[in-house]
């Protein structure tokens, strides 16, 4: 599959909410080689505060087992806000268990990654969503333009 970027232009933007730093760290490379601006969260009561103040990002990649507010809190939290409704929420999480799962899309994940990653699945996901991100834009924005996405102006 061929790996979509979202460039300058675009304004894509991801929150990570991820309390291990390597999990962290491979998110954010293969994000920022797509040019994608990402936001990072190392537990979930600086999530909770975080997601107050700053825009709203295109997607976010959340973990369940965080120090602080866990995961599923956070999840509802989101969902709670309604600028934030919409925004899709793939789970990142060592716990794979069936129970989980649900209870992660009960609540409103878009998507479940397990770790450890496996690269491949990772980077489908991304372009998943990337393409639906990219799917919604204005047409000038779709073939290289410069203005930015609303709701993403500096």
């Known amino acids: 599959m061929k790996e979509i970027s979202c460039g300058k232009e675009t304004g894509c933007s991801v929150l990570i909410i991820e309390d291990n730093?390597?999990?962290?760290?491979?998110?954010?490379l293969v994000l920022e080689q797509r040019s994608i601006e990402v936001t990072y969260c190392?537990?979930?009561?600086?999530a909770w505060n975080l997601i107050h103040h700053v825009p709203v990002p295109d997607l976010v990649f959340l973990d369940l087992m965080l120090p602080g507010v866990n995961g599923f809190t956070l999840l509802e939290h989101i969902r709670s806000k309604s600028?934030?409704?919409?925004?899709?929420?793939?789970v990142v999480s060592g716990i794979g268990d069936i129970a989980n799962v649900k209870e992660a899309l009960r609540l409103g994940a878009a998507g479940?990654?397990?770790?450890p990653y496996d690269l491949r699945r990772l980077r489908?996901?991304?372009?998943?969503?990337l393409a639906r991100l990219i799917t919604s834009l204005p047409a000038e924005l779709k073939h290289g333009g410069y203005a930015k996405k609303p709701g993403h102006e500096t």
Not at 124 to 129: G, L, R, W
């Open 124 to 129: 489908d996901e991304i372009n998943k969503y």
């Open 112 to 115: 479940y990654i397990h770790k």
């Open 21 to 28: 730093s390597v999990d962290a760290q491979i998110l954010r």
């Open 83 to 90: 600028l934030w409704e919409k925004v899709p929420v793939v």
């Open 42 to 46: 190392s537990n979930g009561d600086q």
